[in-house]
């Protein structure tokens, strides 16, 4: 279930304090409900929205708020899935499984311990190394691979235990009792 809320002026006026500085960052941010006076685990703001008023102080903004077992849901399987939803970021993480089988060897790091290559991944997908950039973020940033930095270059490997979780966390969301459990909120 979804709540809607509404901010206060004085909620608005916090909110500047802690949003003004991702404006040009992000089109979306998460903020600890408790900073922002809204009893909740987090408040997740379009910033759009932010910006469409112009300031904070003038109009109201809507919100979303959510329990903290929705943040966790959230975190540790919706970011995955919009991750995984692009076909190169999904052979990525299937080359990613067994680097040794799927790349040649780096001259620096191991491919099995420390990672492959942005280098090398550009390469087998045909690819600019920029755009590997792009997709190898978004993957890092939902968990499911680890970033490491030797020398000039960046290496990925898969987290597995992210992995593990992620598997988990779905499974327990689709299990008949939860779903039943669901329905019977609706």
Do not use: F, N
């Given at each position: 279930m979804q709540i809607i809320n509404t901010m206060s002026p004085s909620g608005?006026?916090?909110?500047?304090?802690?949003?003004?500085?991702?404006?040009?960052?992000?089109?979306?941010?998460?903020?600890?409900?408790?900073?922002?006076?809204?009893?909740?685990a987090a408040v997740t703001v379009k910033l759009e929205s932010l910006q469409h008023f112009g300031s904070f102080g003038r109009e109201p903004i809507m919100t979303r708020t959510r329990t903290p077992r929705q943040a966790s849901v959230e975190r540790t399987l919706i970011e995955p899935i919009r991750a995984l939803d692009n076909e190169r970021r999904l052979q990525v993480?299937?080359?990613?499984?067994?680097?040794?089988k799927h790349f040649r060897r780096q001259v620096d790091g191991d491919l099995e311990a420390d990672g492959v290559s942005g280098l090398l991944?550009?390469?087998?997908?045909?690819?600019?190394?920029?755009?590997?950039?792009?997709?190898?973020?978004?993957?890092?940033?939902?968990?499911?691979?680890?970033?490491?930095r030797i020398k000039q270059w960046t290496f990925y490997?898969?987290?597995?235990?992210?992995?593990?979780e992620f598997k988990r966390v779905l499974r327990d969301e689709l299990s008949p009792s939860r779903l039943d459990d669901q329905s019977n909120h609706e």
């Open positions: 608005i006026r916090t909110a500047d304090a802690v949003i003004r500085r991702y404006l040009r960052q992000t089109p979306v941010i998460e903020v600890a409900g408790e900073s922002l006076g809204v009893p909740c993480m299937h080359w990613l499984k067994e680097p040794t991944i550009a390469e087998k997908l045909g690819i600019s190394q920029p755009t590997v950039s792009q997709h190898m973020r978004v993957l890092v940033q939902c968990g499911l691979v680890q970033a490491k490997r898969r987290d597995e235990g992210q992995i593990a």
